[in-house]
């Protein structure tokens, strides 16, 4: 069943260059940006905060549903997958607008029970000049409900960086992106209400990091397209992929957490 909302938002940020700057340090550069200095790709997930007060928080931490999402009646809310089209590229300090619309929530039963996957499309512009496209794609589930069972990654890259995202490094991209939701800040909340084994790295962070890799082996980037398969857990170690375009995240235990492609 597919339900549509013509539900659309608008947001303005000035793109502070401290915050990018922050960002970088963040990811282990001491990159410095001022303001006209083109933004690394994603890095717009930093801006555009949706700064709720606490009577408006959900009990994991993020903005209440039923405003511009939907309340679907299901409380555990996952990044499932994303697509971006880089028009131009985003500059630090220059004012930018935000539009969002939310293009469909189609819902679902699978084996883990209820789920309903709610699409948004944003689309920023700078200068009256569209820069990026982005289409989202959040998945809603029940209490209770399990993740995927995990399939094996590829062992067949040309390029493997190994990483590790310590609690510091989430706490500052949770910090960075005004990202409340608790499985990345809250162990207890992450093993007993929401089943993780730890505490669960940003999808954004590993779409971040794959799109870091893959800016390196092709330059500017024109299309990224990505989707989250199976959590990663804050201390574990992973493999950032890559292969013709191909790019995607090995879990320790050679588990598929994340697959995208780049071009």
């Given at each position: 069943m597919t339900d549509q909302k013509p539900q659309i938002e608008n947001r303005q940020d000035p793109f502070d260059p401290a915050r990018a700057t922050a960002l970088a340090a963040t990811l282990g550069t001491s990159r410095t940006f001022a303001t006209g200095d083109p933004l690394p790709p994603f890095a717009h997930h930093i801006y555009f905060w949706?700064?709720?007060?606490?009577?408006?928080?959900?009990?994991?931490?993020?903005?209440?549903?039923?405003?511009?999402?939907p309340d679907l009646g299901l409380?555990?809310?996952?990044?499932?997958?994303g697509r971006l089209v880089f028009h131009r590229p985003?500059?630090?300090?220059?004012?930018?607008?935000?539009?969002?619309?939310?293009?469909?929530?189609?819902?679902?039963?699978?084996?883990?029970g209820p789920l309903a996957f709610v699409q948004i499309r944003h689309d920023i512009r700078q200068r009256n000049a569209l820069a990026l496209t982005e289409t989202q794609e959040l998945v809603y589930r029940a209490d209770g409900t399990t993740p995927a069972a995990p399939v094996p990654a590829p062992t067949d890259e040309t390029v493997a960086v190994n990483h590790s995202c310590d609690t510091t490094q989430l706490f500052r991209y949770s910090a960075l992106t005004f990202n409340g939701h608790r499985i990345h800040y809250d162990a207890d909340y992450a093993r007993n209400v929401e089943g993780y084994a730890g505490l669960v790295v940003h999808g954004p962070l590993l779409a971040h990091l794959l799109m870091g890799l893959a800016s390196r082996q092709l330059g500017n980037l024109a299309t990224f397209?990505?989707?989250?398969?199976?959590?990663?857990?804050?201390?574990?170690?992973?493999?950032?992929?890559?292969?013709?375009g191909d790019v995607w995240v090995r879990g320790a235990d050679g588990r598929l957490c994340m697959q995208a492609q780049a071009t």
């Amino acid at each position: 069943m597919t339900d549509q909302k013509p539900q659309i938002e608008n947001r303005q940020d000035p793109f502070d260059p401290a915050r990018a700057t922050a960002l970088a340090a963040t990811l282990g550069t001491s990159r410095t940006f001022a303001t006209g200095d083109p933004l690394p790709p994603f890095a717009h997930h930093i801006y555009f905060w949706d700064a709720q007060p606490p009577e408006m928080l959900g009990p994991d931490g993020h903005p209440a549903t039923g405003s511009f999402i939907p309340d679907l009646g299901l409380p555990r809310r996952m990044w499932a997958a994303g697509r971006l089209v880089f028009h131009r590229p985003l500059l630090a300090g220059i004012r930018a607008e935000r539009k969002s619309i939310i293009e469909n929530v189609t819902r679902k039963s699978g084996r883990s029970g209820p789920l309903a996957f709610v699409q948004i499309r944003h689309d920023i512009r700078q200068r009256n000049a569209l820069a990026l496209t982005e289409t989202q794609e959040l998945v809603y589930r029940a209490d209770g409900t399990t993740p995927a069972a995990p399939v094996p990654a590829p062992t067949d890259e040309t390029v493997a960086v190994n990483h590790s995202c310590d609690t510091t490094q989430l706490f500052r991209y949770s910090a960075l992106t005004f990202n409340g939701h608790r499985i990345h800040y809250d162990a207890d909340y992450a093993r007993n209400v929401e089943g993780y084994a730890g505490l669960v790295v940003h999808g954004p962070l590993l779409a971040h990091l794959l799109m870091g890799l893959a800016s390196r082996q092709l330059g500017n980037l024109a299309t990224f397209a990505y989707r989250a398969t199976n959590p990663v857990i804050a201390g574990e170690t992973f493999a950032l992929c890559w292969r013709d375009g191909d790019v995607w995240v090995r879990g320790a235990d050679g588990r598929l957490c994340m697959q995208a492609q780049a071009t």
